[in-house]
Each structure stands twice: as structure tokens, then as C-alpha cells.
T-cell receptor, first 113, second 117 residues
Framework: RKEVEQDPGPFNVPEGATVAFNCTYS??????FFWYRQDCRKEPKLLMS???SGNEDGRFTAQLNRASQYISLLIRDSKLSDSATYLC??????????????FGKGTKLSVKP | ETGVTQTPRHLVMGMTNKKSLKCEQH?????MYWYKQSAKKPLELMFV???????ENNSVPSRFSPECPNSSHLFLHLHTLQPEDSALYLC????????????????FGPGTRLTVL
């Protein structure tokens, strides 16, 4: 089983749509979860951390389900500027002081006028 | 300058060349990373330095040689690379490792796009 698996995408949605991305992870001991955004030919940038209780930042809502080892990202009222690849990122705790962050392949979102 | 900077931004080299990638972070972080991003593949962690000591080497071929002279600078020395090494090489930094099992976010540089002919 792949360590971090995301929806294959691409997602093509009209402006104003609500879109949801899903991600599953294999290590039940993982404790840190993030969504990063990567624009074409640019570096990844943190979109939001994902907390156990779920968290919201404007139009973006992240949810964590530890029992199912599942993370989601919901984007409401999509904007053209939301077009990017969204990376699900999970730490793989190896017990050391510097755990690895494992990145999913990413889900590409394209918001059309 | 602020954040994480990388030079050069683009590099074309032959298989017999020796070159170095440079990364500098201006965030006061104590951990730095090298990642490789190839087309259609997820980011692959190559090396991790914490407090200037290498703490992770993910089975990277010896033709890639990292160097971390201080907590703000990280180099990746390249020699006798193969065409399949062509990729985007990203440097990142973060503050510390796990604190209570929670890992801090990593900040990425813009990357060096490497082409090996």
C-alpha cells in the first residue's frame, strides 16, 4: 500500500463550485498532517496544517479522520486563482528526532471561468 | 533576501561535469532538506540535516553529495550524473524536528531545474 495516496484528478470545475480532495495514509502513528499547494513550475507552499478537530481558513476546510487514516480538503466558492496542484503531506514517525514528511503525488485542480 | 533561496535556478550539465547546487535560508531554522521532484512522481526526500548534522540519507546514489557548512547554507554537489537525474531539486528548511510528535511545516525554495544531457 502506498504511504500517502490522493485522488488521481485532474479536477476541472467552474468558478464558484465546491470541490473536495481526499487523501489516505498508511502509517497509523502519523501525527502531523498538512495540505500544500504547488503552482505550475513553482515550489510547494503550505496551505494549511490539519488538526484533529478539523480546521477552517476562509474558503478552505481540512478534516482528519484518524480511525480511517483519511484527510480531506474542501474548497468552497472556487476562484480561478485556486488552480494548482494540492499535495497531501504526512509525517512518517520513525521514532527519531527528525521524522520524514511524505508527500502524495498531488491532485491537480483547474478552475474554469 | 527572505525565505529560502536557491541558485542556480536552471542548470544544464553533461554526464561528466561536476556542479553544485546552493541553498540558503534566512528564517533562522535549524533543519534543512534536499528533495527531488520528477515528472509524475511525488517529492522524494533525499537528505536531511539537523543542526548541521546529516540525519537522513534516503538511499541516494553517491553521485549526489550534500554539504551543510552551517545552519543557513546547504549544498548539493553533483558529479557524473545520469540523464534520469534530470528533475527539479528543491531545498527546504524548518524549525527543529518533532516537538511532542508534531512536525513543523517546511518552507521551500524555488528549486533548481536540472537537465543532464
Amino acid at each position: 500500500r502506498k504511504e500517502v495516496e490522493q485522488d488521481p484528478g485532474p479536477f476541472n470545475v467552474p468558478e464558484g463550485a465546491t470541490v473536495a480532495f481526499n487523501c489516505t495514509y498508511s502509517n497509523s502513528a502519523s501525527q502531523s498532517f498538512f495540505w500544500y499547494r504547488q503552482d505550475c513550475r513553482k515550489e510547494p507552499k503550505l496551505l494549511m496544517s490539519v488538526y484533529s478537530s478539523g480546521n477552517e481558513d476562509g474558503r478552505f476546510t481540512a478534516q482528519l479522520n484518524r480511525a480511517s487514516q483519511y484527510i480531506s480538503l474542501l474548497i468552497r466558492d472556487s476562484k480561478l486563482s485556486d488552480s494548482a496542484t494540492y499535495l497531501c503531506v504526512v509525517n512518517m514517525d520513525d521514532g527519531g528526532s527528525q521524522g520524514n514528511l511524505i508527500f502524495g503525488k498531488g491532485t491537480k485542480l483547474s478552475v474554469k471561468p | 533576501e527572505t525565505g529560502v533561496t536557491q541558485t542556480p535556478r536552471h542548470l544544464v550539465m553533461g554526464m561528466t561535469n561536476k556542479k553544485s547546487l546552493k541553498c540558503e535560508q534566512h528564517l533562522g531554522h535549524n533543519a534543512m532538506y534536499w528533495y527531488k521532484q520528477s515528472a509524475k512522481k511525488p517529492l522524494e526526500l533525499m537528505f536531511v540535516y539537523s543542526l548541521e548534522e546529516r540525519v537522513e540519507n534516503n538511499s541516494v546514489p553517491s553521485r549526489f553529495s550534500p554539504e551543510c557548512p552551517n545552519s543557513s547554507h546547504l549544498f548539493l554537489h553533483l558529479h557524473t550524473l545520469q540523464p534520469e537525474d534530470s528533475a527539479l531539486y528543491l531545498c527546504a528548511s524548518s524549525q527543529g524536528g518533532a516537538i511532542g510528535g508534531v512536525y513543523n511545516e517546511q518552507f521551500f525554495g524555488p528549486g533548481t531545474r536540472l537537465t543532464v544531457l
